[in-house]
């Protein structure tokens, strides 16, 4: 790289990556259509970055924000978006990074806004102070031309694993509502069909119900309805006391119904002689049925008769309640479609209630149905089994141990994973000895344990050292510190093929902790990563009801 400085009549020239100065102005000209000061000050940037980067050493570039700096990178170095070799966060900072793609070590040039004030055109110009139009441009890159460098900052720094790898693309499909192929990994549609996208054919995009299409039904008073079939469920309210279905899709109206159709309302129904056409519309009740079905995945169940154009989901067993969110909510996004589910990740028996799903008008385009189901390519519910684990629990106090202090946890976690129908098969007590917990977890594993609850010793006193036994008996994969309260030192792991559970003092004051919200979900097989575990912060506070209402409350969901 080009390191000299030129000076001119004292002035300091600075060479852009081996370009004068006015060559480079030039370039980006041509390049960005007008001598942008972002651009040009992106310039000196780039070659000051470089002067700091090892000689010889394959580079990759990071810019934090979206404006004019990205450019500079990509007419000075090879770098460039499309490449991948430059990746724009857009962070809003102006720094760029260039970094060594298989170490991930970097040199990082940022705009030091501490020093900016030392030149006011540049100064005002950056921190947006004044009209773009009103700054004299010349004047500007003067300023930038002379002082660029010295209101730069340079430091060392490093680049995430996770971020230097590439990221794959994977299978790519064509989306369920646009038709066009996008990577599969976005989920059940394409970003700009879930999010919405400024750009647009005619038509497209969300219009609202009323500016929609609807089918041309024909509307007759009930009088003249006699002998004819009931398009739709009519229901019958009566305030406070009932409300079901009166007639049924597809009854025969006769003479004596119309004092019943008359004391609920009902004036005109739709005739059913002359009925849309269905390649265009879909009924309620089929739409429904299309809905219910595609759903309810394991472990449940759609009724398969409509009411009052619904369907509902429910458990055909007993287990863990799960909900595929996201799909959840690119379904309800399509128009005139909706599902509502009660929250994931709770343990429910046979037979109870999980979701309801219908179409919005009595007819559905059939376009919208298509869409949900591709949207239902893979079922939103699931109820999952719980395991039957055998159980091993390690009692740590030192208290305890002595007998100084009658156990309490022992039954406390016997009666809560025997009621998920589990069965104990060891239960060891240790002193606040790190060997020692370390051989009850042993002794637990060595009774077949493929569940390990340990006890206590879970906080920041020197006495607890639970952790540094879990870790000597082999505890990996874990996540410690849960988002929740009561029970944030709770922690979930693994310890060879066994999971384990530790469960801090706080179960032996609360009713409910941060464990029993993780139990059934270990049953089930789930596993946590720190993302997962992060997520619980969301509804992670426990209300300290009196009684506990729990699991009738928002606590772990
Ligand atoms: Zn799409």
């Not at 979701?355 to 007819?363: F, N, V």
């Not at 376009?367 to 949900?372: H, K, P, V």
Request: glycine fraction near 10%.
């Amino acid at each position: 790289m080009n390191n000299e400085r030129e000076t001119h009549g004292g002035e300091r020239n600075p060479a852009i990556c081996g370009m004068g100065w006015a060559e480079y102005v030039a370039l980006v000209e041509h390049f960005h259509s007008y001598a942008a000061p972002g651009v040009v000050l992106g310039g000196i940037m780039v070659d000051l970055a470089l002067r700091h980067f090892p000689k010889g050493v394959l580079f990759d570039a990071v810019v934090e924000t979206k404006s004019c700096l990205p450019d500079a990178v990509q007419l000075l170095t090879p770098c460039t978006t499309g490449n991948g070799w430059l990746k724009v966060l857009n962070f809003g900072r102006y720094a760029l990074t260039l970094y060594d793609k298989k170490k991930g070590e970097g040199v990082r040039v940022y705009i030091d806004g501490h020093k900016l004030p030392i030149c006011k055109n540049f100064y005002d110009w950056f921190f947006n102070y004044v009209d773009k139009k009103d700054l004299p441009s010349g004047v500007l890159l003067e300023e930038i031309r002379l002082h660029g460098e010295e209101v730069c900052g340079v430091e060392a720094v490093t680049v995430d694993a996770a971020f230097r790898k590439r990221a794959k693309k994977g299978r790519v499909d064509n989306c369920p509502v646009c038709g066009e192929p996008y990577p599969l990994k976005d989920g059940p549609m394409c970003l700009a069909c879930r999010d919405g996208s400024p750009v647009r054919r005619p038509g497209e995009g969300f219009v609202p119900d009323f500016e929609r299409p609807h089918p041309d039904l024909k509307i007759i008073p009930i009088e003249e309805a006699v002998g004819k079939k009931a398009l739709n469920d009519m229901t019958k309210i009566v305030p406070g006391q009932s409300k079901g279905r009166a007639f049924k899709a597809g009854q025969v109206i006769r003479e004596e119904d119309l004092d019943l159709l008359r004391s609920m309302g009902k004036g005109r129904i739709f005739a059913s002689d002359r009925l849309p056409d269905e390649k265009i519309w879909a009924h309620e009740n089929e739409a429904a049925l299309v809905l219910g079905a595609g759903m309810s995945g394991e472990g449940t169940d759609y009724e398969r008769e409509p009411k009052e154009g619904k369907v509902q989901i429910t458990a055909s067993r007993a287990g863990l309640y799960t909900v595929d969110v996201d799909r959840l909510k690119a379904l309800n996004l399509i128009p005139d479609v909706v599902c509502a589910a009660r929250r994931g990740c709770e343990v429910v028996k046979t037979g109870d209630m999980l979701a309801g799903t219908r179409a919005i008008p009595l007819y559905l385009e059939r376009r919208f149905l298509e869409r949900a189901k591709a949207v239902l390519t893979k079922p939103l519910f699931r109820v999952l089994p719980l395991r039957k684990a055998k159980v091993g629990i390690v009692v740590t106090g030192t208290e305890v141990f002595k007998g100084i202090i009658k156990d309490k946890f022992a039954p406390i976690m016997t009666e809560k994973v025997t009621a998920l129908g589990c069965e104990v098969v060891h239960t060891a007590m240790a002193p606040d000895v790190v060997e020692e917990i370390t051989k009850g977890i042993k002794a637990c594993l060595a009774a077949g344990a493929d569940l390990v609850i340990s006890t206590a010793g879970m906080s920041v006193d020197p006495d607890d050292v639970s952790k540094a036994a879990l870790l000597q008996a082999g505890l990996t994969d874990y996540v410690f510190g849960t988002p929740m309260l009561p029970g944030s030192m709770t922690l979930v792991g693994r310890i060879g093929e066994a999971q384990v559970l530790a469960v801090p003092a706080a179960a032996l004051f609360h009713t409910i902790t941060a464990a029993d919200v993780l139990l059934p979900r270990l049953l089930a097989g789930q596993t946590f990563t720190h993302d997962d575990i992060a997520a619980l912060g969301h509804g992670g506070l426990c209300l300290n009801c009196d009684p506990c209402i729990y699991p009738l409350c928002g606590f772990g969901k």
